[in-house]
């Protein structure tokens, strides 16, 4: 199963004290792959640098390099869908190049895509994804 992260998604689950630091768990044991574009790469790091130690940010940053279950996509096509918060729109991008299962967000700005036929986007929340992981 491939999947995108918005931000505050990967970062909620990379907390040891999360109720959701099962998901990253998961990632870590091959459960299934995350999907990445240089773009993302960049701003997880940004707010990897922001949000935690020096040390936690480089073990992120280098899990995210050497990690056989994270996959780079480069992007040859920009949707534009999310006009409300364009910067969104690298998300759906990795999704439709990566040819993913999921785009897992909480942010509301998505909630449009349920309302677009093309090109189709499966977005879930986080509570649905960790009950995915579940079953």
């Not at 574009?37 to 995210?64: G, H, P, V, W």
Request: aromatic fraction near 18%; proline fraction near 4%; charge should be negative.
């Amino acid at each position: 199963m491939k999947v995108v992260f918005d931000s505050n998604i990967f970062v909620i689950c990379t907390n040891p004290y999360s109720e959701y630091y099962n998901i990253f768990k998961k990632l870590m044991q091959g459960d299934y792959t995350l999907c990445l574009t240089t773009e993302i790469s960049f701003e997880y790091i940004e707010i990897f640098q922001r949000k935690f130690n020096s040390s936690k940010a480089t073990d992120l940053y280098n899990f995210l390099l050497e990690s056989p279950y994270v996959t780079s996509y480069e992007i040859f096509f920009k949707w534009d869908i999310i006009e409300a918060d364009p910067d969104d729109n690298k998300y759906v991008d990795c999704y439709i190049a990566a040819n993913a299962d999921y785009l897992v967000t909480n942010d509301r700005h998505f909630g449009l895509l349920s309302e677009i036929e093309f090109p189709p986007v499966k977005c879930i929340n986080i509570d649905e994804f960790l009950k995915l992981l579940s079953n």
